[in-house]
């Protein structure tokens, strides 16, 4: 079984084990062993699935068919193993709209009812693995989705790893001056480290006019050093952190509502990610941009709920919902 879904314009195809090993990819039995012997299947199962057949690329359509593979079920009941597969073959830790996908994907095989659990197998040094990720079935706003608990969120570099970087004030609370940015953009000055299982710097700008577009990230003046600060060694310098960061920017519209733009790390730009719009949300509340409660994010893919929990004047918890559909 392979199929292609979309999450806010964030496309992931959701491929079996057994539908790799049909291709004649040497995927081993378990999740956790196919996490450490990434190089002997990751980049053939991409050029499988995800690969553009001869004369099928549309005009401006990117490089690949979706933004990654989301390999699995290994089992047949929760908790459920996959591996989160970025188009250039490395892993990553965990993503919202991949695993809100992947939730449908077990409720269209009718393997997931009301809630499960979902363990994401990865090969990152910097955080164990697996990830774990709670999921719960709920209907907001009259739309039938997925609730995600992504736990409590980690600030400043220690929790990405980061090196190198200059401290800087918002607000009262202490930012991060990453000179890989500044020097693409000077208005690019102050950004929060963020951890939601995976690593996030989120710049937080004043005007629109410092949102960079996804048209824009693609163009190789500007892409190449997004790419070079992204990713990780050899794709990118892994500047400041070694094993890579994914990039958002951030901009307040109004009370509980922060526009934002994505360059994911092994991806580049993208419509939307979960959790970097989570990420988003966590920066926004520790500057005092917004509340907790339910805070919405923006991107070109489409908003975010995003629900934030306080406790004791530090975030408890964050969930994210979304919703997924079977794409052509």
Wanted: hydrophobic share 40%; with cysteine; glycine share 10%.
């Amino acid at each position: 079984m392979a199929q292609r879904y979309d999450a806010r314009g964030n496309i992931y195809i959701v491929v079996a084990p057994d539908a790799l090993r049909r291709q004649g990819i040497n995927l081993p039995e378990h999740a956790s062993d196919a996490a450490q012997h990434r190089e002997t299947w990751a980049l053939a199962a991409i050029e499988a699935f995800c690969t553009w057949a001869p004369g099928t690329q549309p005009p401006g359509a990117k490089d690949h068919r979706s933004d990654g593979l989301l390999v699995g079920p290994f089992q047949t009941a929760s908790p459920f193993d996959l591996l989160i597969v970025n188009t250039d073959g490395t892993f990553a830790e965990r993503s919202g709209n991949g695993l809100t996908i992947f939730s449908q994907a077990l409720s269209d095989q009718g393997l997931l009812d009301e809630s499960c659990e979902l363990r994401v197998h990865h090969d990152k040094a910097d955080t164990p693995s697996p990830g774990q990720t709670s999921v719960k079935a709920a209907v907001v706003d009259g739309v039938k989705g997925f609730w995600l608990d992504l736990g409590r969120p980690g600030f400043g570099p220690t929790a990405v790893s980061a090196h190198g970087v200059e401290t800087v004030m918002l607000n009262g609370r202490e930012l991060s001056h990453v000179s890989q940015l500044s020097a693409l953009n000077d208005a690019w000055s102050r950004s929060q480290f963020a951890r939601v299982g995976n690593p996030h710097c989120v710049t937080l700008v004043d005007s629109a006019v410092a949102l960079p577009s996804n048209e824009l990230m693609r163009e190789a003046a500007l892409g190449e050093g997004l790419t070079r600060i992204a990713y990780a060694m050899p794709s990118g310098a892994g500047k400041p952190c070694p094993a890579g960061i994914n990039l958002q920017w951030a901009m307040r519209l109004s009370e509980g509502h922060i526009e934002a733009r994505v360059f994911e790390r092994g991806e580049g730009p993208t419509a939307s990610s979960g959790t970097s719009a989570t990420a988003v949300a966590c920066a926004a509340w520790r500057v005092g941009w917004v509340s907790a409660g339910e805070v919405k994010v923006t991107m070109p893919g489409g908003t975010a709920p995003i629900l934030l929990e306080e406790e004791g004047g530090e975030l408890s918890r964050v969930s994210l919902f979304g919703t997924a559909r079977m794409s052509d």
